[in-house]
Structure formats: structure tokens, C-alpha cells
């Protein structure tokens, strides 16, 4: 609600700044959430997202269990909210959602960011007796020995993924390349020319005022490039 209040206030005051919400999917099950939800769509409220970490963990328990929300999305969009569900682990979504909620006009949005309580941490994943507890000192060296194993794993995924679209990239050049190189000799060489009538031999064509004398393979003609040139040239059969 306090969100929905400073996005009406942008829209009444003519300011073309955005409000962004960040709510759990526990603090969903509250009546006010959903009053305001109703009034950011009345209100037209297009500089209001909402981003929902859905977890399925509360202080308590399991939210499907304690109150279940689903199919969460579908609720939103029955709100006449704009609905992009995305995964709340792949940081490149998150900022594809962040600039496509730009772009709507007239609609609230939610982004509905499906996510794991206490990821990457084996003891801590999708328990929710560490919604609000501390860990120790030995359970946080642990914590991070985890994660850090975790990011070593995924920037040697990374580096090997680059590694293999560079060699595919440079594959793709060097057939461009060889597709677009100019005749070998060989190819030159066996192109079709024209052919003497009644012949089944290929000879070079020969200008409109070539002339020759005599007869057979040894066959001389004149000048082929206009008058007092005067070069002979012998022609055979290939």
C-alpha cells in the first residue's frame, strides 16, 4: 500500500519517476496487499512493479500449506496487472524483466521471481527454520565454502561455453570465407565456353572481326583487336 501511495503521487504530481516493490510470497496473503493491488490497477498506475520472491517459505512454514496463493501469476493478471514470471536465479531475466516492464503502458506489473529459500547452501535450501534465524560461525564458514565452490563451478561453465561459441563463431567465418574466396585455377579452367559449330570441342570465342586462313588444328587467325594488329595466334584443340 505504501508503494501504490507514492506511484499515485508521481502520477498526480506529473513526476516521471518509478516506484519498485519488493515483497515475499507470505506478505501476499495479507488483505491490504490485495486492496492495493485492485487500486494500482484502477488507478492506471503504469510507474508501479511489483517484484514477488516466491519462495514458498514463510516465518512458520510453507506457504502452500499455511495459505497457498497459486496460481499466482494467473491472480495478477486477473487484476489487470502486466504478469512477467520469470527465474529469480538467472540475473539476465531479471534484467530483461526490468526493462520490458518499461515499456507497458496503463498497467501495473508484477514480476513474479520463482526462486529457492537459502539456494546454493545444502542445509539451509527450502527449509523455513532459517526464514528468521542467524546462523553460527561454524555454519556460516560452512555457508560460504558452499557458495564459494558454487561460483568456481559456474565461471569454469561460463569460461568453457565462451571457449566453445568462439570456436563455432570462427567455423561459421572460415565457411563464409571459403564460400565467398574467388575461383581456383582448376574451377577457371573448367568453366564451359562456347562452342564450334558442329564440334563437340570448347575454343575460346573470338571477336567479330577476327579473320583467319587454312585449315585444321593448325588452323591461324588474324588480328582479333581491330586493325594493324597483326599478331598471330594458334589455337588448338583441347
Known amino acids: 500500500s505504501l508503494g501504490l501511495g507514492m506511484a499515485l503521487a508521481a502520477k498526480l504530481d ?3 519517476w518509478r ?3 519488493v515483497a515475499g510470497d507470505g506478505e501476499l496473503q495479507e488483505g491490504q496487499v490485495w486492496e492495493a493491488v485492485m487500486a494500482a490497477a484502477k488507478f492506471k498506475l503504469d510507474n508501479l512493479t511489483l517484484i514477488v520472491d516466491s519462495n514458498d517459505g514463510q516465518l ?8 497457498p496463493l497459486e496460481p499466482l501469476a494467473d491472480k495478477f493478471a486477473k487484476f489487470n496487472w502486466d504478469v512477467l514470471p520469470i527465474d529469480g536465479h538467472d540475473l539476465d531475466a531479471i534484467d530483461q524483466a526490468l526493462a520490458a516492464v518499461k515499456q507497458v503502458k496503463e498497467r501495473p506489473q508484477a514480476i513474479v521471481a520463482r526462486t529457492v529459500k537459502g539456494k546454493g547452501v545444502s542445509f539451509m535450501e527450502n527449509d523455513p527454520a532459517w526464514h528468521g534465524k542467524a546462523p553460527n560461525p561454524e555454519e556460516t564458514q560452512k555457508a560460504l565454502q558452499e557458495l564459494s565452490q558454487q561460483r568456481s563451478k559456474q565461471e569454469s561453465e561460463q569460461a568453457k561455453q565462451m571457449e ?12 563464409k570465407a571459403a564460400c565467398a574466396a574467388p575461383q581456383t585455377r582448376r574451377e577457371r579452367l573448367e568453366r564451359p565456353g562456347p562452342r564450334r559449330a558442329g564440334s563437340g570441342h570448347e575454343v575460346p570465342a573470338l571477336g567479330p572481326d577476327a579473320r583467319g586462313s587454312g ?7 588474324g588480328a582479333l583487336h581491330g586493325p594493324g594488329a597483326h599478331a ?5 584443340r583441347l
Open 19 to 21: 516506484v519498485y516493490v
Open 164 to 175: 566453445e561459441s568462439r570456436h563455432q563463431r570462427l567455423g561459421e567465418e572460415n565457411i
Open 232 to 236: 598471330p595466334l594458334r589455337l588448338k
Open 215 to 221: 585449315k585444321g588444328e593448325g588452323r591461324r587467325y
Open 60 to 67: 512458520d512454514g510453507l506457504v502452500h500449506e499455511i495459505m
Open 14 to 16: 506529473r513526476k516521471d
